[in-house]
């Protein structure tokens, strides 16, 4: 089966020695991936060399066999590839339903479609739909990243990238971000590529968890199976 998302011998740096060295990584179609690791592991490097935020000094980025890395990052979006950045990203200047709107724009030609496709996303997400005149600054900050998430669904990705969903949150609200996540991933097939430090709960929600330290994979292995495992936990994982 040909991966839906492959960076293949992926080699980046911002000066210096690389943040990331000759990496790679396949997560397949319909999985959910948790990439876990210190602070300083690239994980984020790695999200945003993905998505073409920062380019490779080597390697190349793959979308279900195609070769992204010459692409832009509006081209990459096209293609079907999102992320949703860490800081919960939304317009403030806008409300919640302009925010939504904005996500649908070009992948839901036609308002009727845009409207059908925004009250799917309220059902997902019910907080935004009881804000949906707030303006984006008015808003928690678990509301922000829930608009950020449902924002990045209604562009109908094949694959989707998160950095830290869950940082400064509730457990509450990363319940129920984590949960949306996994029963769109089974519903749709979405893939996911998950960088997260809230290691249980990444876990609980993943089929695979990848582990990063200095920008290199120590592990690979089943949710399940990572999570069970007190060495690699304490060694890399911290709990």
């Known amino acids: 089966m040909t991966p ?12 210096g020695a690389p943040v990331l060295d000759d990496l790679r990584l396949e997560v397949a179609p319909g999985e959910v991936v948790a990439l876990l690791g210190a602070n300083g592991a690239g994980k984020t490097t790695l999200l945003r060399a993905a998505s073409g935020l920062t380019p490779p000094r080597a390697g190349r980025v793959l ?6 890395t010459a692409l832009s990052v509006e081209d990459r979006a096209r293609r079907g590839l999102a992320q949703v950045p860490e800081g919960r990203s939304v317009v403030t200047e806008l409300t919640v339903d302009e925010n939504l709107h904005l996500g649908a ?4 030609p036609g308002r009727a479609a845009r409207r059908a496709a925004v009250a799917r996303t309220y059902d997902l997400f019910e907080p935004l739909a009881r804000r949906r005149t707030s303006l984006g600054h008015q808003l928690s900050g678990g509301e922000r990243q829930m608009l950020a998430l449902g924002r990045a669904l209604l562009a109908r990705p094949r694959v989707l990238l998160l950095d830290e969903p869950s940082l400064g949150l509730a457990p509450r609200v990363v319940a129920q971000l984590m949960g949306v996540l996994r029963t769109t991933a089974r519903e749709t097939g979405l893939t996911v590529l998950l960088a997260e430090q809230n290691v249980t709960s990444a876990l609980s929600i993943a089929d695979r968890g990848v582990v990063l330290s200095l920008g290199a994979v120590v592990a690979d292995a089943p949710a399940a199976e990572l999570a069970g495992d007190p ?3 304490h060694a890399y994982l911290g709990f």
Do not use: F, I, P
């Open 4 to 15: 839906a998302l492959a960076v293949d011998g992926l080699t980046v740096g911002y000066a």
């Open 63 to 68: 979308l279900d066999g195609a070769d992204l």
């Open 105 to 108: 724009l070009w992948c839901h």
């Open 231 to 233: 060495t690699l936990r």
